[in-house]
């Protein structure tokens, strides 16, 4: 028996290979590799695609759609043709469709004004919708990334003629499948008549697309990094990854912060404390020195927010101090006034007219809306535009405004209980409700109170009834201006809202370091040669109280001082140093913080005229304050340093004010004397 099985193997082996019946238990894997799976059978329709009982090869799917009948296609294809055939496609060339004779220039000077409008209103279609932030062209790519990839660009074609420049566009495309892609041709409409039948999509994503998480990173556990010890650069950096990613998702505040945040008293309190304590803490009351501006921000003009001098001082000697914000009338050496003799008076009402005129044309050109019209220190006059008089009731307000920096006026308005939507109408400011005083005292339903207010400052104001007969006269070097004014408004003693800083304080120091730093980056700018270079004696200039060594102290962060050559006594910029944009400078020093060094200095120039020396100046700190208050004398108590961090710590909760005596500035108990009496202890 066994015989015969060896055999029957012997010719089973001897036969050719048949490949049909060779399959047997493996037949089921060559039918799979055999099989063509569609790409979209299984994508984000699979469930579709299950429901409907379609196979993986996905043959015979049209989505129900039909197909147009050949000869009805064959008719439409020769009638486009002979249309094609007939079309005069000269009657669509660009020549043919404007009336180009018309834009011949006969005469320059009569056409100037015509050329110009078409220009700004053909401004509003050149890639780039005008805005208060994106005002020019050159604003628009700076902010979008294209001003500085094109200079390289063009350095690079300017270095190396030869070499083929890098295409680049001004105008980005925000939908490259829009503008490129042929997406008319998948527009249906017809499905029971349709040229072809579309095969079903398939999804696609791109790998560089910095917004899209394709994985969960695999981050390293920081515990266990500390115990094996520090590891590698890469480690560290891979600890961040989920972080950048749920920072740009918007789940944290901020995805490269690596400082985890450490709950604070009120959110790790007490699971049986339910009397929400953390509702009637004084910290609760920091948002009362909050500016209410509203939605829009603040806007200083082009000279305040550049620190443009004469506007922002960058020294002031005794005289000036004592005459701060008072200057006396000035005697000309030349100019039309330098002569004693009578001078007309010229009315300014057809240059304000005018001026309206202007700028009602420059905003229509820019499309309308709001435009910001502060921009060179000619825009800052009063001889064109309205004028509103504000009359300061305190002697020496702790914080003032310079030349070109704005303010609004704000009406606050407690409402009645119930229904109240009548509330009072002024001239001026914007509405704004209160549901407590914005100022030290209270304000009562139904009473609206008006207020001027700014980063600085928040202070009550109180509009006069102006007479009649009364007129300003404005004096310039070139003669006498004369004009109307309809308001006058009284400003009442002012709330702070931010500190000024003491003498020889670190704040106030910090700010003189910064001051001049700005000062010499602003002059790196203003330089046009190659390298940029400037001259010690023009900040010597500008800064004449300080010593030649902290300037050089600043020079040396950015520039090199040349010695010979042609660049000899010249400080030239570091090669390798980069300028900050006029966006960092801005950051660097603002125009707040020079209005309170200005009140310190005012304020120090006046106590040391009146005896006091520079020892019995200094600030009061923190700690040592409660002892030392009652040593310091009366003058030095009422400084603008003192009531001003008395007056912040009090809204925040932190101390109590004397409000009547002896810092009252009205002298009469009509306002508040800013002096601490003692701290709030929070048991």
């Not at 939908?175 to 029971?192: K, R, S």
Request: glycine content about 6%; aromatic content about 10%.
């Amino acid at each position: 028996m066994s015989s015969i099985v060896i055999v029957l193997l012997k010719e089973l082996l001897k036969r050719p290979i048949d490949h049909k019946s060779s399959r047997g238990q493996s037949g089921s894997d060559d039918m799979d590799q055999d099989l063509e799976v569609a790409p979209w059978r299984y994508g984000p329709a699979q469930y579709w695609y299950d429901h409907l009982g379609l196979d993986e090869t996905g043959q015979g799917f049209h989505y129900n759609f039909k197909a147009k009948p050949e000869d009805v296609k064959k008719a439409e294809e020769e009638e486009s043709l002979r249309l094609d055939k007939d079309l005069d496609y000269d009657r669509y060339l660009m020549v043919t469709q404007q009336r180009w004779e018309d834009k011949i220039i006969w005469d320059g000077e009569k056409a100037k004004q015509k050329v110009l409008e078409e220009h700004r209103k053909n401004a509003e279609f050149a890639g780039w919708v005008p805005s208060t932030n994106n005002r020019t062209f050159a604003q628009s790519r700076a902010q979008s990334g294209l001003l500085q990839r094109s200079k390289s660009i063009l350095a690079k074609a300017e270095s190396d003629p030869g070499r083929d420049s890098e295409w680049f566009s001004l105008f980005p495309v925000e939908n490259e499948e829009l503008i490129y892609g042929n997406w008319e041709d998948d527009i249906i409409w017809d499905a029971e008549n349709m040229d072809v039948i579309p095969s079903p999509k398939v999804l696609t994503l791109d790998p560089n697309d910095e917004n899209i998480i394709l994985e969960i990173p695999d981050d390293i556990d920081p515990n266990q990094q500390t115990e094996q010890g520090t590891g590698t650069k890469k480690e560290k950096e891979s600890v961040r990854k989920s972080k950048i990613l749920l920072g740009k998702a918007g789940i944290l505040k901020d995805g490269n912060d690596d400082k985890e945040e450490v709950p604070n008293a009120v959110n790790a309190k007490d699971l049986f404390n339910l009397s929400n304590d953390e509702y009637y803490s004084p910290k609760q009351m920091d948002n009362a020195l909050r500016p209410n501006i509203g939605s829009s921000v603040i806007q200083h003009s082009t000279p305040a927010a550049e620190l443009r001098q004469p506007f922002f001082p960058t020294h002031l000697g005794p005289n000036k101090l004592r005459t701060f914000h008072r200057p006396p009338l000035k005697k000309y050496s030349h100019g039309l006034l330098s002569s004693f003799e009578p001078h007309p008076v010229h009315c300014l009402n057809k240059i304000i007219k005018r001026k309206a005129k202007i700028r009602e044309q420059e905003r229509q050109a820019f499309g309308g809306g709001e435009i910001f019209f502060m921009r060179t220190p000619q825009d800052l006059t009063g001889m064109d535009g309205e004028l509103i008089l504000a009359e300061y009731s305190e002697e020496f307000p702790p914080l003032m405004m310079q030349v070109g920096m704005a303010s609004k006026i704000k009406n606050y308005y407690k409402r009645k209980p119930g229904k109240d939507s009548n509330p009072p109408t002024f001239k001026y400011g914007e509405l704004a409700y209160a549901h407590t005083s914005p100022f030290v005292g209270a304000l009562k339903p139904g009473n609206c109170l008006q207020a001027l207010e700014n980063n600085m400052f928040r202070s009550p104001i109180y509009e006069h009834n102006l007479p009649p007969s009364d007129f300003l006269v404005i004096r310039t070097r070139h003669g006498y201006y004369i004009r109307e004014v309809e308001t006058i408004y009284t400003v009442g003693q002012e709330g702070p809202l931010m500190e000024v800083p003491g003498p020889n304080s670190k704040r106030a120091n910090n700010f003189v370091r910064d001051f001049l730093q700005v000062f010499i980056y602003r002059l790196f700018w203003k330089s046009k040669d190659e390298p940029r270079r400037i001259k010690m004696e023009d900040i010597k200039k500008a800064f004449s109280s300080h010593s030649e060594s902290s300037i050089r102290k600043r020079l040396k962060l950015c520039a090199d001082f040349k010695r010979t050559g042609m660049d000899s006594n010249w400080w030239v910029l570091k090669p390798d140093f980069r300028l900050p944009t006029e966006e960092e400078i801005r950051a660097m020093v603002s125009p707040e913080q020079c209005c309170a060094w200005y009140s310190l200095i005012t304020a120090e120039q006046r106590l040391k005229d009146a005896g006091y020396g520079e020892k019995s100046l200094f600030s009061v700190e923190e700690e040592n304050e409660e002892d030392t208050q009652t040593k310091i004398d009366d003058e030095i108590r009422v400084a603008p340093w003192n009531t001003t961090r008395a007056y912040i710590s009090a809204m925040k909760g932190k101390c109590l004010l004397q409000l009547t005596g002896l810092a009252d500035p009205t002298g009469c108990g009509e306002g508040f004397s800013y002096i601490k009496v003692g701290k709030v202890h929070n048991s």
